[in-house]
């Protein structure tokens, strides 16, 4: 498998008999160049194109162009998208929190999260893979009032902890570190660590700074997973998860 950082919560995975594009929001160049425009949609096999909520850094309308260049992309929407198309969407697999979408390829089980939309868990063959999405511990504990806080861990470790009761483990998370929480920004990723076995943790949500997003690696290492830290859009991590 070949996971690829493009920008912001973007990633891409590619698998020995499909393609996946998460969260697409701009290209790992600029908004119409990079790995996505050069590679990914030339890739020969099924395409799946999954948004995890309707948040602009999330969702780039562009990625419903796409099938005019590819005929075999399957589209899997949060429902909270379709208010916000225009058109014909018959093509587009909408899911709610606790929905499963299944095919001979994947098994998609969507979660909830504590913003908008919902988070998903991918399962192919034996691997099992989590995108959070906007799903974290967004306490903001430097701005909030306790009472704030309280009621951010309480809705947060709600949904971590349903997640938890039917996701023992799994080999892949990608997971929001956003800096400008403040000094607890890696609380929440920590937090999922803590409940579900995790054999790789990736970033996402923390712009172009890298260094923070490095942190993460000994938030890891404490619970005995890797880290895929990327260094700059468009990096690479091979291997199997």
Known sequence: MRLTYIYHSCYTIEAANFTMIIDYYKDSINESQGVIHDRILHRPYPLYVLVSHGHHDHFNPEILKWKEQRSDI????SEDLRSLLEGDTEDIYFMSKDDIYNDDLITVHAYGSTDLGISFKIIRGTNVLFHAGDLNNWHWNEESTDKEIEEAEDFYMKELNHISDSTPHVGLAMFP???????D????AEQFLSKIETRLIAPMHFDMEYEKAAALEKVAAKFG???FIPRKRGEIYTGEV
């Open 177 to 183: 570190v956003d800096p400008r929480l403040g000094k």
């Open 74 to 77: 399957r589209y899997i929407f």
């Open 185 to 188: 920004y890696l609380k929440g």
């Open 225 to 227: 997973a890797e880290a």
